[in-house]
């Protein structure tokens, strides 16, 4: 596969931004429990543009997503898949920054699931 600016980030993409935060000793203060969860995800944005992305964790409440490219705060579609079955949610993109190798992560809330 080509690799482009927009391209999907790689397993070890995902892996080596993640060892790069290194463990913290602060505690976590967030309302929700998060999980780990990598899997490849595509997020359409209010513009029509499809960016490419794996996900880092996902709560109740939101989702973290690792990509190539900015992601502007703001409503987005972001289609998950797993070998079975594909999620499709709405989600208002809360933050997005920079990291290491040209990657961005970002966070967001669930708005709703989009009707069908």
């Keep these: 596969m080509e690799d482009t600016p927009w391209s999907r980030p790689t397993m070890d993409d995902l892996k080596h931004v993640l060892e790069s935060f290194g463990k913290s000793d602060t505690v976590n203060i ?38 190539k490219g900015m992601l502007n705060p703001g409503e987005v579609n972001v289609k998950l898949a797993s070998e079975t ?8 993109i809360m ?15 669930f708005v709703t699931k989009p009707e069908n």
Excluded at 85 to 92: G, I, S, T
Aim: net charge negative; aromatic share 6%.
């Design 85 to 92: 079955r594909e999620f499709e949610y709405r989600v208002q």
């Design 30 to 67: 967030r309302d929700v429990d998060r999980l780990e969860l990598s899997v490849p995800a595509e997020v359409k944005t209010a513009r029509g543009n499809t960016i490419s992305a794996m996900t880092r964790e996902i709560s109740r409440q939101g989702l973290g997503l690792l990509h």
């Design 95 to 109: 933050w997005c920054t920079p990291c290491e190798n040209g990657m961005f992560i970002s966070g967001g809330e």
